[in-house]
Structure formats: structure tokens, C-alpha cells
């Protein structure tokens, strides 16, 4: 059974929370680009360190 326009209109609509940060203008903040850039610099850090330790135990 159908339901009217009226009950529709009535339900809250849900969206994912990435859903309303990436609809926001402007420029990122400058601590989220700072946590972005060292979240990188250590995953990138980290391929060597592994490679490095991995070489040194024999791998």
C-alpha cells in the first residue's frame, strides 16, 4: 500500500556524515591538511622501515 505525499514528507531523511562534509564550499582547515600530510609522511615512512627490518631479520 502506497503511502500519501503527506506521510512521506514526514519521514527524516538520513545521509551519511561523509555525505554533508564533502557538500561543504571553502578550503579545508589548515590542521585538517597538516594531519592529512603527516598521516601520509608516516605510511610512507613506513614501506622502508619494513622492507628495512624484514632485510635485517633475514627475510
Known amino acids: 500500500m502506497r503511502q500519501s505525499t503527506s506521510q512521506?514528507?514526514?519521514?527524516p531523511q538520513f545521509a551519511p556524515s561523509f555525505a554533508s562534509s564533502a557538500a561543504r564550499q571553502g578550503?579545508?582547515?589548515?590542521k585538517g591538511?597538516?594531519?592529512?600530510i603527516l598521516l601520509?609522511?608516516?605510511w610512507v615512512?613506513?614501506?622502508p622501515?619494513?622492507?628495512l627490518?624484514?632485510?635485517?631479520?633475514?627475510?
Open 33 to 36: 591538511m597538516l594531519s592529512d
Open 8 to 11: 512521506q514528507a514526514a519521514r
Open 40 to 42: 601520509l609522511s608516516f
Open 53 to 59: 627490518i624484514g632485510n635485517a631479520a633475514g627475510f
Open 45 to 47: 615512512a613506513m614501506i
Open 49 to 51: 622501515a619494513v622492507l
Open 27 to 30: 578550503s579545508p582547515s589548515v
